[in-house]
């Protein structure tokens, strides 16, 4: 099935607030920014994850603090690469084009902001359409995969993608060891999905409006028959698109979906690269 157009939910949410603890590297020709779990990475890890990242890119707050958070939490080294080369979306969308509950600006604020942003989206899309954005993040992942396979103890890998990024994640499966992908956006189900091969676990929001319940449905009739491969698809009662990234941790419901699927990705990978 072709994917969905773009929606206003891709470009909603909010920010999040903290200290991000990594670092800035050029990793296989691509700026990444890279977490380290307690130990500094001087001790052995439980394996390395790449975080694919929305439409907002590896300098989205939000996400450096997550890639934080799995390293601490599961032991790993995390990397998150440019895949946009300095082209992410403007983040001055979030919290006013299409805010998210609890971020609501006043209305002719929206107005004026969804008549410029959005134009802009698809523009942006166009320019990181597959053929542009899925050659730069296969070569880092077969180069990374290859850098793994010729250092002694260079452990497993893992691949984790928000949105825009959650649909390459489920791409890069003939390069990885285990998969997580969070809401989805332009998943080709079925094919892209019956062409996995590696352990998967998904995180989808009840009303998800890019991957509405009936394609959830289908993916989970799709991995039901794949007997031997260890799969989960999670559903987050409530929860919109973008709800692992950009929810808004001041509401109660949101911060369960938030805190929800961070433990999923983190136990995930425990369990398929440790």
């Known amino acids: 099935m072709a994917p969905e157009l773009p929606s206003s939910c891709c470009i909603r949410g909010s920010l999040h607030t903290g200290t991000p ?5 050029t990793i296989h020709k691509l700026p990444t920014y890279v977490a380290q779990p307690d130990n500094g990475g001087s001790g052995s890890t439980n394996g390395t994850i790449v975080v694919l990242p929305d439409t907002f890119g590896w300098d989205l707050i939000n996400l450096r603090l997550l890639a934080d958070s799995y390293a601490k939490r599961g032991n790993f080294r995390v990397l998150m690469p440019d895949v946009h080369f300095g082209d992410s979306f403007s983040k001055d969308s979030l919290d006013v084009a299409f805010p998210l509950k609890g971020y609501e600006p006043p209305w002719y604020k929206r107005i004026w902001s ?3 942003a959005f134009p802009k989206f698809l523009i942006w899309f166009w320019s990181h359409r597959e053929s542009v954005s899925r050659p730069i993040i296969t070569n880092f ?3 990374l ?9 260079g452990g497993k890998l893992g691949v984790i993608g928000f949105c825009w990024g959650g649909r390459y994640a489920v791409l890069m499966d003939p390069y990885v060891d285990a998969i997580y992908s969070a809401h989805p956006s332009f998943l080709q189900v079925p094919a892209e999905v019956e062409a996995v091969t590696k352990p998967i676990s998904f995180a989808v929001g ?6 509405p319940m009936k394609q959830v ?10 007997e031997g491969l260890d799969s989960e698809v999670v559903v987050y009662e409530g929860m919109e698109h973008s709800f692992a990234v950009r929810g808004n941790p001041a509401i109660e419901a949101a911060k369960k979906g938030l805190e929800g699927s961070e433990t999923q990705a983190v136990e995930w990978f425990i369990k398929h690269l440790a």
């Open 206 to 211: 009840e009303k998800d409006m890019v991957l």
């Open 141 to 143: 992942m077969k180069d």
């Open 114 to 116: 969804m008549a410029f």
């Open 217 to 226: 449905e289908k993916i989970k009739g799709i991995l039901k028959k794949k």
């Open 21 to 25: 603890t990594g670092t800035e590297e």
């Open 145 to 153: 995969r290859d850098e793994l396979n010729s250092t002694p103890g």
